[in-house]
T-cell receptor
């Protein structure tokens, strides 16, 4: 079965650079979520999109932005990267709300040096 | 705001034995959903089991079952016949009905020993 695809798997950036993470949800899933998981931490909700519109927002820094495109894939853009942005970034998708549980992608490991 | 607490940072169990991971949560809502996710060293987050708050019957998925105590706001995960492949970080998560986001606990690192 198709899963949530994230790219790239690993990314190394320098401070103050920009990074773009991509997410391709499961076909027919209409909701996409982004989570940030710091080292040894639990995942923290960043933002979600339902039918290409931002539907909820969590602790996402102003330096970050995201959008969902007409083909339902989503991109998380991070600018002016800081060392503290180093984390695992998960994308997940679901059909409707999160009440049925998400399907997560394998994550993108971002390292800021 | 909802909070999820996992009081056991680490646990270990012998292969083939049974282990129970604890989770408590705090909410004033009546319509919500609870989940256990597994994160093995491969780092993929995998849904293990889901419980609907309005259902009294405890959810079961093969060797995984929950003990859902709504009044006590407790949601523990029991793993029977533990296998080496069960070694992973286990996260308890809460979803308020109608909401999209999941609130996670801090996780319990489970090691299954041969």
């Amino acid at each position: 079965a198709a899963g949530v695809i994230q790219s790239p798997r690993h990314l190394i950036k320098e401070k103050r650079e920009t990074a773009t993470l991509k997410c391709y949800p499961i076909p027919r899933h209409d909701t996409v979520y982004w989570y940030q998981q710091g080292p040894g931490q639990d995942p923290q909700f960043l933002i979600s999109f339902y039918e290409k519109m931002q539907s909820d927002k969590g602790s996402i820094p102003d330096r970050f932005s995201a959008q969902q495109f007409s083909d339902y894939h989503s991109e998380l853009n991070m600018s002016s990267l800081e060392l503290g942005d180093s984390a695992l970034y998960f994308c997940a998708s679901s059909l409707g709300t999160g009440s049925h549980g998400y399907t997560f992608g394998s994550g993108t490991r971002l390292t800021v040096v | 705001a909802q909070t999820v607490t996992q009081s056991q940072p680490e646990m270990s169990v012998q292969e083939a034995e049974t282990v129970t991971l604890s989770c408590t949560y705090d909410t004033s809502e009546s319509n919500y959903y609870l989940f256990w996710y597994k994160q093995p060293p491969s780092r993929q987050m995998i849904l293990v089991i889901r419980q609907e708050a309005y259902k009294q019957q405890n959810a079961t998925e093969n060797r995984f079952s929950v003990n859902f105590q709504k009044a006590a706001k407790s949601f523990s995960l029991k793993i029977s016949d533990s296998q080496l492949g069960d070694t992973a970080m286990y996260f308890c998560a809460f979803n308020q009905g109608g909401s999209e986001k999941l609130v996670f606990g801090k996780g319990t690192k489970l090691t299954v020993n041969p």
